[in-house]
C-alpha cells in the first residue's frame, strides 16, 4: 500500500508542476505499478481496452467534425447575435450558447470556436472581450455536466458505477445538476464580471501571418469578376463538352466551377457537389456555373447559352451573395510565384500545361504592381509573375513540390484544413443527431446492465465511422489529427491507479479516514468533504485524473456508511469539473488568458468566490436529485 501511495503521491507533484507532460507521467506511474508487481501486464493495460477510452476516442472524432463542417459555428454565431448590443445579454446568451455546445463537444474545442465568434460581436457592439471571455471559458465547463459525455469526469464515475456492479447513469441523468450548475453561474457571474473584468489597456491586435483566401479574393477581384450562371433546361452547354464550345475564344470569358446538387429522398440529406471545369467537363440543366469575365462578355455568353444569371443584374450590383456563395471545401486558391528558371517563361497561358499536367487553372495573374483578368489564354508568363491558381487543394499542395520551378505562397493543405466544410454541415447534424438519440435508448435500454457501456461506445464509433464516409472530415488522417492522443494515453494510463488502490487497500484506508473524520458528523459533510477534496486538487491536476483517483475512494466510502455511492460520485464528478480559481486548472482558463489580458488575480477574484458558491450549492443540490438511501 505505502509503495502505491508513493508512487500516487509523486505522480500528482509531477502533474502539479507541469514540467513533464501529464501523459508521459501516466505513463511511468502505470510502469512502476507493473514493475514493483502491484498490477500485472493485463490489469495495467485493462485502460486501453476501457469502453471510456474508447468511447471518447470517437467522441473527439465526431467533435472535429462539427467543427470542420461549421455546424457549431453557425448554431453559435446565430443564437449569439440575438444578444444584439445589449452586454447583460450577450454575456447571458454568451454563457448560455457556449454551455449548450459544451454539453456535446469538449471544452477546450468548444472554447476554441466561441473565442473567435466573440470577439467579432465584441468589436461590432462596442463591449470589451474581457467582460465576455472568462465566463464563456466557465461556461464550457458548466455545460458539461449536462450530458453523460459533456466531460471525462462524467464517464469516469460512470464506468466505476458499473465497475461496482452498479446502474450506471443514463445520458440526461447530470442534466438537472447541469441545468443549476449554468443558473448558479449565470447569477454569480454577473456581478463578478461586472465589478472585477473591467477595461485593462487595448484589446488585443491580431495580425495575420500570410494571405487569408478573403484577402487573395479582395485583392485579385474575384467577386468583380466572377458571375453565378444557372443552366436552363434546353441550354446548348449540355450538349457537348466545353471543349468544343470554344467559349474563351468566342466569348473571351471562362468557366472556373461546376455546383450540382445531389437530390435525396430528404431535403436535409441533399448535398452540392463543387467541381473544376475543365476542356472535358459537361454540364447539364440547373447545374450553377461560376463564369470569369466582363459582365458584358458574360451577359452574352449566358443569353447565347441558355443560361441566366443569379443574383447580378447590373455590373454595379454589389453581389454579397456571391461573396457567402464562395466555397472552397475541395477545390482552394492560391498564389504561384514563377522563378527565373522555369520553362513557363514566355509561354503563353494556354500552352502553359498547368491544367494538364497539375489540374490547375490560372484564374489571374499580378504583374508590376498590375492585375490581369481578362483574355488571358493568350498572355505570355514572365518571371515574378504571380498566378492566382485554382484547383483542388491536393493539386495545388503537388504543385508546392517543384519548387525549382515556382513557389506557392503558403501551405495549401494547412489552409484547406481551416475550410470548414458547410455544405455538410446538415449531414453533420443529422448523424450527430441520431448518435445522442441512439445513446439515449441504448442506456435507457441496458440501464440494468452489469456493463451498459458497449451499446453506447457502438453508437458513438458508428457516427465516427460516418463522419468520415460522409465526407464530414476531409480523410481518415484529418480525423486521427482530432483525437487529443495525451488526454486519451492519460486516462488509460491512469485509470489502472483505481484498481491499485483498491487492489492494496489503499482506497479502503482513505475512504475510512473521510468517514472516521466527517462521517460522524453525516452523510453530507461527508459528500461537502470529497466535493471539496475534488474541487482543491484539480487546481493541481487535471479533472480526469483527479476523477479517476476519488471515484473508487467514494465508492468506498459510501460502502462503509452505508449510503448510495451516486450522491458521492456525483460530487466528484461535479467537484472536478466546476474548477474556476486558477488558469491553469482547465485548459479553457488558460485560453482565453492571453486574448482578455487577464492576470492570476482576476481568476482569484473572480474564480474564487464562484467555486466556493458553486460548491455550497451542490453540496445542497446533489442530494435532492441524488439521495443518500441504501445502496
Not at 441558355?306 to 455590373?315: D, E, L, Q, S, Y
Amino acid at each position: 500500500m505505502l509503495t502505491t501511495l508513493i508512487i500516487l503521491g509523486v505522480s500528482a507533484i509531477l502533474f502539479v508542476q507541469g514540467r513533464i507532460r501529464s501523459d508521459i507521467v501516466a505513463l511511468c506511474s502505470l510502469l512502476c505499478l507493473m514493475v514493483f508487481g502491484i498490477l500485472g501486464p493485463e490489469q495495467a493495460l485493462s485502460g486501453f481496452s476501457n469502453s471510456i477510452v474508447v468511447m471518447m476516442v470517437g467522441l473527439f472524432v465526431v467533435g472535429g467534425a462539427i467543427f470542420r463542417t461549421g455546424l457549431a459555428k453557425m448554431i453559435g454565431g446565430r443564437i449569439v447575435k440575438m444578444a444584439g448590443k445589449s452586454e447583460l445579454r450577450l454575456l447571458v446568451l454568451t454563457m448560455l450558447v457556449t454551455a449548450g455546445i459544451g454539453a456535446f463537444v469538449s471544452n477546450t474545442g468548444t472554447v476554441a470556436l466561441m473565442l473567435p465568434i466573440l470577439v467579432s460581436l465584441a468589436a461590432d457592439g462596442g463591449i470589451q472581450t474581457r467582460r465576455l471571455l472568462m465566463p464563456m471559458a466557465f461556461a464550457s465547463s458548466m455545460g458539461g455536466m449536462l450530458t453523460l459525455i459533456g466531460t471525462p469526469p462524467n464517464l469516469v464515475v460512470n464506468n466505476q458505477l458499473q465497475e461496482a456492479g452498479l446502474e450506471g447513469l443514463g445520458f440526461f441523468s447530470f442534466t438537472p445538476i447541469g441545468i443549476m450548475c449554468i443558473v448558479t453561474g449565470v447569477l454569480v457571474l454577473i456581478p463578478l464580471s461586472r465589478k472585477f473584468l473591467g477595461e485593462r489597456g487595448e484589446e488585443p491586435q491580431y495580425e495575420a501571418k500570410g494571405k487569408s483566401l478573403s484577402q487573395l479574393i479582395d485583392e485579385y477581384q474575384i467577386i468583380g469578376n466572377l458571375y453565378r450562371l444557372r443552366v436552363l433546361e434546353d441550354s446548348e452547354l449540355t450538349e457537348h463538352p466545353l471543349h468544343d464550345l470554344h467559349i474563351p475564344d468566342r466569348y473571351h470569358v471562362n468557366i472556373v466551377e461546376v455546383r450540382r446538387r445531389h437530390s435525396a429522398r430528404h431535403s436535409f440529406l441533399q448535398t452540392v457537389s463543387q467541381t473544376m471545369a475543365g476542356s472535358d467537363t459537361r454540364v447539364r440543366k440547373a447545374d450553377v456555373i461560376y463564369v470569369m469575365g466582363e459582365f458584358e462578355d458574360v451577359d452574352r455568353f449566358a443569353r447565347d447559352f441558355g443560361a441566366v444569371m443569379i443574383n447580378r443584374k447590373t455590373p454595379e450590383d454589389t453581389d454579397s451573395v456571391l461573396r457567402s456563395k464562395l466555397k472552397f471545401d475541395e477545390i482552394g486558391i492560391a498564389e504561384m510565384l514563377l522563378m527565373r528558371n522555369s520553362d513557363l517563361i514566355n509561354t503563353p497561358v494556354k500552352s502553359s500545361g498547368l491544367r494538364a499536367k497539375y489540374g490547375v487553372n490560372i484564374l489571374a495573374i499580378q504583374r508590376d504592381n498590375h492585375y490581369l483578368f481578362h483574355n488571358l489564354k493568350d498572355v505570355k508568363l514572365q518571371y515574378g509573375d504571380t498566378l492566382l491558381i485554382q484547383g483542388t487543394w491536393t493539386d495545388i499542395a503537388r504543385l508546392s513540390e517543384k519548387t525549382f520551378e515556382w513557389v506557392v505562397v503558403g501551405q495549401p493543405l494547412a489552409e484547406a484544413s481551416k475550410v470548414t466544410l458547410t455544405h455538410k454541415a446538415p449531414l453533420a447534424a443529422g448523424i450527430m443527431i441520431l448518435m445522442i438519440v441512439a445513446m439515449v435508448f441504448l442506456l435507457w435500454e441496458c440501464a440494468h446492465a452489469r456493463d451498459s457501456s458497449g451499446p453506447a461506445v457502438a453508437a458513438v464509433l458508428i457516427a465516427a465511422v460516418l463522419m468520415v464516409l460522409c465526407g464530414c472530415l476531409r480523410n481518415v488522417q484529418e480525423a486521427y489529427k482530432t483525437i487529443n492522443w495525451e488526454s486519451i494515453v492519460l486516462i488509460a494510463a491512469m485509470l489502472p491507479m483505481s484498481l491499485a488502490l483498491e487492489k492494496t487497500g489503499a482506497s479502503e484506508a482513505i475512504s475510512h479516514g473521510l468517514v472516521a473524520g466527517l462521517g460522524g458528523f453525516g452523510s453530507l459533510a461527508l459528500l461537502a468533504g470529497i466535493y471539496f477534496t475534488a474541487s482543491l486538487l484539480t487546481m493541481f491536476i487535471s479533472n480526469t485524473a483527479t476523477a479517476v483517483l476519488l471515484a473508487p475512494i467514494a465508492v468506498q466510502s459510501a460502502v462503509s456508511m452505508g449510503i448510495s455511492p451516486y450522491p458521492l460520485l456525483l460530487a466528484v464528478s461535479v467537484g472536478t469539473s466546476m474548477c474556476f480559481a486558477s488558469p491553469f486548472s482547465t485548459p479553457p482558463n488558460a485560453l482565453v488568458m492571453p486574448v482578455g489580458k487577464y492576470t492570476f488575480m482576476d481568476y482569484v477574484k473572480v474564480g474564487v468566490p464562484l467555486q466556493v458558491i458553486m460548491g455550497l450549492v451542490m453540496i445542497v443540490v446533489i442530494p435532492l436529485f441524488f439521495p443518500f438511501g441504501k445502496a
